[in-house]
Nanobody, 125 residues
Framework: QVQLVESGGGMVQAGGSLRLSCAAS????????MGWFRQAPGNEREFVAV????????YYADSVKGRFTISRDNAKNTVYLQMNSLKPEDTAVYYC??????????????????WGQGTQVTVSS
């Protein structure tokens, strides 16, 4: 079993920054890729960003491209999401997720095996 624990959420004014962390623990961690998703009240969960564990390639949703950066620390089994120029529409619960096999479409939540408990991000205008 793999546990994912997010941290770093909070409240910030529009234009501000936050950095989310997602630490993986449990059985030998062998993720193929790790992603961030978010869900705002009344909305469906949406893809934010993903990093391919081997090689470090990254992909972003158009809504966050140029403002958010996903990165990883292999030694710590931790993934980060640096969020800059935050907007009120970024307000959501942010979840990290890990996939242990390549399933072709990292932007699809159903392709992930493990999820964190979520961390709230609130951006005020």
């Amino acid at each position: 079993q793999v546990q994912l624990v997010e941290s770093g959420g909070g409240m910030v004014q529009a234009g501000g920054s936050l950095r989310l962390s997602c630490a993986a623990s449990g059985r030998t961690f062998s993720s193929v890729y790790m992603g961030w998703f978010r869900q705002a009240p009344g909305n469906e969960r949406e893809f934010v960003a993903v990093i391919i564990w081997s090689g470090g390639s990254t992909y972003y949703a158009d809504s966050v491209k140029g403002r958010f950066t996903i990165s990883r620390d292999n030694a710590k089994n931790t993934v980060y999401l640096q969020m800059n120029s935050l907007k009120p529409e970024d307000t959501a619960v942010y979840y990290c997720a890990a996939a242990t096999a390549w399933r072709g479409t990292p932007s699809v939540g159903s392709q992930y095996d493990y999820w964190g408990q979520g961390t709230q991000v609130t951006v005020s205008s």
